[in-house]
């Protein structure tokens, strides 16, 4: 398993990520929340896909990156009752598993920088309602140079065309 400290770092466009993707010859790739979530729930279809996915990152095979609004939009479905599509899980179960994530996937900082990204991207493609939060990971990603996500939601990133999604199998 990687070093836990250098992995728990947050970091930015630094030495560490740098060495990070040279020592694995493998461009560093975003994880949205649906795939968290997945690997959350054996209910969900995608549930086997996501969790060996993950082992993979766990591994330190490849560089995996989260932010912020990952780790609250995870809460909020994690928290909600099943009726309402949620998992039902104690605060206390989300906070263990938000750790156990950040234990092993990088955390990418919501800057200055993002945020001005953001607000460019918002004006750039006249995006409204839930494809704010779409913008904010894209521009996260953007800032620190993170071309590649793990999404079962392509079409929510369609609008930037240097975003590549993968869909785990």
């Known amino acids: 398993m990687p070093d836990r400290n250098r992995q728990r770092r947050t970091l930015g466009l630094g030495l560490t990520f740098t060495m990070m993707m040279d020592a694995n010859h493998t461009p560093p790739v975003f994880i949205d929340t649906n795939i968290l979530l ?4 054996l209910g969900r279809p995608h549930h086997g896909a996501c969790k060996t996915l993950l082992e993979r990152f766990m591994g330190g095979q490849e560089a995996a990156f989260i932010s912020g609004q990952i780790l609250r939009e995870y809460a909020v479905v994690a928290t909600r009752p099943e009726e309402q599509n949620g998992l039902q899980l104690s605060p206390n179960a989300v906070a263990d598993n938000l750790n156990t994530f950040s234990s092993f996937l990088f955390f ?23 494809r704010i939060h779409d913008a904010n ?3 996260t990603m953007m800032t620190h140079g993170i071309s590649r996500i793990h999404t079962y939601n392509a079409a929510d990133y369609a609008p930037f065309s240097n975003i590549e999604c993968i869909t785990p199998k």
């Open 137 to 139: 990971i894209a521009a």
């Open 108 to 130: 990418a900082d919501e800057s200055q920088a993002v945020a001005s990204r953001f607000l460019e991207l918002i004006e750039q493609f006249q995006l409204k309602g839930k």
């Open 38 to 41: 997945a690997a959350t729930d």
